[in-house]
Structure formats: structure tokens, C-alpha cells
């Protein structure tokens, strides 16, 4: 999952111009001041890295996988905890300049889009295991955070001393006790995400106290994007394939547009107006099948050489996908589960609502996503809708494209 970190105050031209009141900063002065603050912020950030001589690279590309340079980094030059690498690129960001003054006129702030450096710090971290946080090194200063649930887990297994597990890149391929796993799984719920986040935030903008010492700031945190996911795992890879392969076919047959509505939260009655999608791939380890709608998806795969079946939804668009508010239904005097359980936008603040794991095993997935259903549900829903069809039989690569009615 990605929390994004926020200072709200500085989300706005208005906000930023009482911030620079506060901090004594003439907008004559704005763009020296924010250029000298932005060389600070990164010396500061990359300090940890000098003194820990730790590996500091450019990307000349910001569409390069900067994961697969981070592994390969630490495979080159491992560390038990701590400080992998820093990877430097430069992107799209949201930021402000200065507009008017002609002739000695009045001069004003506006947002605007451009292209800063970003420093991604790829951590091995006690709590959330491997991990990065991202920082834009123009105001607002803006953060985000990558967690993977799996890797959280993985830390946990240590820290038990659990032994009988096999976990290959994402993905844990045998698990001697399924039931320690969730157990250890569902600790993630009690997460104190603000003080977590913070921390980590502190760690890539050590100076963020002393920016701020005239007119303090602290981050809001919310959850950007995220995936919700169920492994069930198989002892034979063969059977795997067959049940899968069968799956696909059925829902290739018998699944319409109404049942992928149904799957991603929304209701089959004609109003929606959208452009729903389905699409499978021929993998190496087997058929991928997805559906989506507005940028959010549902889907399912086999991996871990073939002993794992995986169903995953993931929440791109927040705004286009709906969860139980807990407060809603105590208000109500319902469980989550019924069907008069009144539903919020999901756009999460950790200090409201605590994070589901990003991923289940194998007892099923606990959704916040949407409204909650029993563990079954969610299961089936995960292996029924993510089934389109056995893709060798009619393109033996990809690619094959469904795109459906808007009414279902």
C-alpha cells in the first residue's frame, strides 16, 4: 500500500502565503528562500546515506523499476536493518510560482505542475521490513510511503523465530502453520500508523523541525493506493492449474457485466454510465485474469511456481470505490456484514481508521475497501470474478481485450 503524506497547509496557494507571513519570508524573497530550503533538504537527506556510505544513484529515466535497483543494490551489498540506497529522479510534482509584478504591479503565488528532484530511500526496516519512502524536494515537501503487508509479515516470522515457510520475492509458497501466520497477520491491525509514519518521514527530511521552527507543520497521512489481496496455497501445482483452468473457462462463459459491477462494489441497475473492462494474459506461471472499472481493478493469477492462487483488488481511485464507516454502523445498530450498513468514501486518515493488511493467508481477505462480507464471500468473489478465460486456446500470448456495454 501507498500512504501519501500531506501538510495541509501548504496544499494551497493561500495556505502557503500565510506559512511564508509566519516564517518571514517576502514573496520578493520567495524564490531565493525556497531554492536555498530545497539545497538544505537534500543535503540533509543524503547525510544518512555519506555516513553510512551507502549507495546514492541517479536515474537518468523516472520510468525505470526502481525496485528491481533497490533488490539488486541490496543483493550487491546486503544490510541486515537499515539504510539500503537512495535512488535520485527527477518527476512530475505539484508546486507554486510567482505571477505578476509587471511594472511594479501586485504579485501573487500559483500552483502550478512542473519537475523536481525526488529521493526515494529504500529502507530494511525493523517494523515494515523492505520498505521505501519518497520525498519531493520542492515545497510542499510532499511524502509517500510503499509498505507490502507480505513484508511486514516476513519481519514478524523473524522476530517469532517461526521456521517452516518458504517466501519467494512477494509471495510466501509453503507455511507449516497457516493459522501462527494470520494470528501474527492480524497484529498489523493494531499499527500506530501516525507515530510509524512520522518516524519515517523524520528519517528522509531530518530538517523538516527546524523548515518549520516560526509555523509548525505535520503531515496528514492517507492511504493513496492500495491492494487487498488472498493467497490460497495448493500442495499440488498440477490440480492448481486444472481448477484455475476451469474457473476461467466458466467465468469467460458465464460472467457478465453485472457480475463484475457486483465485484468491484457498484450496482447493476442501469445507471452507471462508465466503460467497464476485462483483459487475460498467458503467463509464464499460468492464465492472469482482471477486470475493471474507473482505474480499479479485480483479478486473479497463479505464482510461486504454481502452488499459490492469488485474487487481489486493487484501489487506485479511492473516490470510485466504497467502505462501512464502523462509527455508520453503530450509529444504525447493524454489523458490518448487513445489508443496512450504510457506506463512506474511502479515503482513508490513519489517525481515523485503522489499515486492513494488504494481503490474507489463506484463511481470506478482511476488506475495507468496500462493504464488508464474511471471509467466504470474499474468497469466492475473489476466485469467481477474477476468471475470464483459458487464454491459450484463443490467443496463445495476450492481449485478448473485452470491452463492455455500458449498461450491464
Known amino acids: 500500500m501507498i500512504m501519501r503524506g500531506y501538510l495541509q497547509r501548504l ?14 519570508v517576502p514573496l520578493a524573497r520567495f524564490r531565493n528562500y525556497v531554492l536555498d530550503v530545497t539545497s538544505k533538504l537534500i543535503a540533509a537527506s543524503l547525510a544518512a546515506a555519506v555516513t553510512l556510505k551507502r549507495p546514492v544513484i541517479y536515474l537518468s529515466s523516472s520510468a525505470t523499476r526502481k525496485e528491481d535497483v533497490a533488490r539488486r543494490v541490496l543483493a550487491e551489498t546486503p544490510v541486515d536493518e537499515g539504510l539500503i540506497c537512495v535512488l535520485k529522479a527527477v518527476e512530475p510534482c505539484k508546486t507554486y510560482d510567482l505571477k505578476g509584478g509587471r511594472r511594479g504591479g501586485r504579485v501573487w503565488l500559483e500552483s502550478k505542475f512542473g519537475k523536481c528532484l525526488h529521493l526515494y530511500h529504500y529502507f530494511l526496516d525493523r517494523q515494515f521490513g523492505f520498505m521505501s519512502a519518497r520525498i519531493e524536494t520542492w515545497f510542499p515537501f510532499t ?78 497521512w492517507s492511504l493513496f493506493q492500495s491492494e487487498w489481496a488472498v493467497d490460497v496455497l495448493f500442495k499440488d501445482a498440477a490440480y492448481l492449474q486444472s481448477l484455475f483452468s476451469g474457473l476461467a473457462r466458466h467465468a469467460i462463459t458465464q460472467m457478465s457485466c453485472a457480475d463484475v459491477l457486483r465485484y468491484l462494489g457498484r450496482k447493476a441497475d ?30 486473479a493469477y497463479v505464482r510461486g511456481h504454481g502452488h499459490v492462487l492469488r485474487g487481489e483488488f486493487t484501489m487506485n481511485i479511492p473516490t470510485a470505490s466504497r467502505s462501512t464507516d464502523p462509527s455508520t454502523v453503530r450509529k444504525a445498530g447493524t454489523t458490518p456484514g448487513s445489508r443496512c450498513a450504510r457506506a463512506s468514501p474511502t479515503c ?43 487464454a491459450t486456446a484463443r490467443s496463445p500470448r495476450s492481449a485478448r481485450r473485452m470491452h463492455a456495454c455500458s449498461k450491464p
Not at 517466501?167 to 510509524?196: G, H, I
Not at 481515523?352 to 471471509?375: F, N, V
Open 143 to 220: 511524502i509517500q510511503i510503499w509498505i507490502n503487508g507480505r513484508e511486514w509479515l516476513h519481519r514478524r516470522f523473524i522476530e517469532a523465530g517461526v521456521r517452516g515457510y518458504v517466501k519467494e520475492e512477494n509471495c510466501f509458497t509453503r507455511l507449516r502453520d497457516v493459522e501462527q501466520a494470520q494470528e501474527l497477520f492480524d497484529r498489523m491491525l493494531d499499527t500506530s500508523w501516525q507515530p510509524a509514519l512520522d518516524e519515517i518521514a523524520q528519517r528522509v527530511n531530518p530538517i523538516h523541525r527546524e523548515i518549520f521552527a516560526l509555523a509548525p507543520q505535520s503531515y496528514y
Open 11 to 24: 496544499s494551497t496557494p493561500s495556505g502557503m502565503f500565510s506559512a511564508l507571513e509566519l516564517l518571514g
Open 270 to 299: 442501469g445507471r452507471f454510465r462508465g466503460e467497464i473492462l476485462g483483459d487475460f494474459k498467458s503467463r509464464a506461471e499460468g492464465l492472469r485474469i482482471k477486470h475493471w472499472i474507473e482505474g480499479n481493478s479485480i483479478k
Open 348 to 390: 482513508i486518515g490513519v489517525h481515523r481508521s485503522p489499515i486492513r493488511p494488504s494481503a490474507g493467508i489463506s484463511t481470506g481477505l478482511r476488506p475495507s475497501s468496500k462493504r464488508r462480507r464474511s471471509r467466504s464471500c470474499w474468497t469466492i468473489s475473489a476466485v469467481r470474478c477474477a476468471g475470464m478465460a483459458d
